[in-house]
């Protein structure tokens, strides 16, 4: 059973700095894709940053130059650095894998993914 787990959630003042965890178990992150996903109350969900199977990454535009994607392999968990937060990066935060392996081209549409966590709330005051 594949399990993905978030966490690092939680609320900051404008400026500051979250660094988000997903914990994966039942399969094997090294040639997959990932990404992470937000959803603000009464919107829809939206792709923020994805990252293949060798480390090329993908941005959401209102997230370049303060949101970094990694990964660890042999940890099977994915990262999401969140630097210089502003109030509108406030949302439900997701990650997700795709289970299709050796997967190449990072990608941050909704529908490339096959597996979910349950999201991590940031809150972000200004």
């Known amino acids: 059973q594949v399990q993905l787990v978030e966490s690092g959630g939680g609320s900051v003042q404008a400026g500051g700095s979250l660094r988000l965890s997903c914990g994966v178990s039942?399969?094997?992150?090294?040639?997959?894709?990932m990404g992470w996903f937000r959803q603000a109350p009464g919107k829809g969900r939206e792709g923020v940053a994805g990252?293949?199977?060798?480390?090329?990454?993908i941005y959401a535009d209102s997230v370049k130059g303060r949101f970094t994607i990694t990964k660890d392999n042999a940890k099977n968990t994915l990262y999401l650095q969140m630097n210089s937060l502003k109030p509108e990066d406030t949302a439900m935060y997701y990650c997700?894998?795709?289970?299709?392996?050796?997967?190449?081209?990072?990608?941050?549409?909704?529908?490339?993914?096959?597996?979910w966590g349950q999201g991590t709330q940031v809150t972000v005051s200004s």
């Open positions: 990252i293949d199977k060798d480390g090329r990454t």
């Open positions: 039942g399969l094997t992150l090294s040639y997959r894709c």
């Open positions: 997700a894998v795709r289970s299709y392996q050796y997967c190449t081209g990072a990608r941050r549409a909704e529908y490339e993914y096959d597996y």
